[in-house]
């Protein structure tokens, strides 16, 4: 059994599932509540109705008003860290020495630039970034497709998506990064952009990737407009087969190439193979991978080396800088 601690018990913390009976998980607290193998040990939030809610729920959790606290307490694995943004690294300098082995940690990393740069080693290696896409298993299906080249090679890719570039953006940004495994920006530049989210606009861009292989291949960010409706989609194209994620990534469409029996020596793309991505349990998935990675079985599927590439693209994009950003397996370079 590994003990877990979560500081912050805000939407994404706890509120957002403050009925454990719903069927969908949508929190860390819940997603800990129903693992098998995990225990909620700890919980920190400075509001009192928060922590009495989680009290409500958990009985036998203990609940702290600060993280200073919980830092007392070295009997637990997995840190779960969900405060607001701005205080994400004050709250991680201060596990900076305790032996917890694994930390959850929401995204984006850090409000400040310089924070990605100062991160201690020792802590950036426990750290694991909560990309919910990344745990889903069809998600990641796709992924080893495209490693072994199920699919052929990479030709092309197109991402649509409404409500801010670095909100729902990220999110995009990181599922290409995902799945081509941190591909080397050889082009940027952007196109436009919609302001349907104060102070942080949704931006269409042009990208020229090089996938590890060394296969380059463009790639079109779409910007909708979260005022008129929403959307969340990904369209790839591979000499193979095509792949789309579409409904927020909650639906799997993949068209592989055989030859046209309307018209003989043509070759199109046959009829598409539907499913779900399991999307609504993806949540469940990073605890799964938590728990893997407290036991030291698995390698890290979100290390913070993915969200400096993902920090560096989205920064450029939205200062409406053209840039290329070089795989680097610590420390990507902006240039």
């Known amino acids: 059994m590994q003990r877990v601690a979560l500081i912050g018990l805000g939407n994404i913390g706890l509120l957002f599932d403050a009925n454990l009976s719903a069927p969908l998980i949508r929190s860390h607290a819940k997603a800990i509540l129903l693992q098998k193998g995990l225990e909620l040990a700890y919980a920190v ?39 607001p943004t701005e205080l994400h690294f004050r709250c991680l300098e201060a596990f900076a020495e305790h032996p917890v082995k694994v930390i959850a940690l929401e995204k984006p990393a850090f ?44 030709l092309a890719l197109q991402g649509a998506y409404s409500k801010g570039l670095r909100n729902n953006g990220s999110h995009l940004v990181d599922l290409i990064n995902f799945l081509f495994d941190q591909p080397k920006v050889l082009e940027s530049r952007v196109l436009g952009s919609v302001p349907d989210l104060e102070g942080d ?22 910007a909708g407009d979260e005022r008129l409706f929403s959307i969340f989609e990904l369209d790839l194209l591979f000499a193979k087969a095509r792949v789309r994620l579409s409904d927020f990534a909650r639906r799997l469409e993949i068209s592989f190439v ?60 939205a200062q409406g800088q053209s840039c290329s950003v070089e795989i680097l397996e610590e420390k990507p370079r902006v240039f």
Do not use: M
């Open 45 to 83: 939030d400075p509001l009192p109705e928060r922590r009495e809610l989680l009290a409500s729920l958990s009985p036998r959790t203990q609940c702290f008003a600060s993280w200073e606290e919980l830092r007392e307490r070295t009997d637990f694995s997995i840190l779960a860290i969900c405060v």
């Open 258 to 317: 055989h030859e046209d029996p309307v018209s003989p020596g043509y070759r199109a793309l046959g009829e598409a193979q539907c499913t779900l991505t399991d999307l609504p349990r993806a949540f469940a998935g990073l605890y799964d991978h938590l728990l893997a990675r407290a036991h030291g079985e698995v390698e890290n599927l979100s290390a913070f080396a993915s969200e400096r590439w993902n920090h560096a693209l989205i920064e450029s994009l």
């Open 111 to 154: 409000a400040r630039a310089e924070d990605y740069a100062r991160l201690p080693p020792t802590l950036e290696k426990k750290i694991v970034v909560n990309y919910l896409r990344r745990f889903a298993p069809k998600i990641q299906e796709v992924h080893q497709h495209i490693r072994a080249g199920t699919y052929g090679p990479p």
């Open 201 to 222: 606009p949704t931006v269409s861009a042009f990208l020229r990737l090089e996938e590890r292989g060394g296969v380059a291949f463009s790639a079109n960010l779409l």
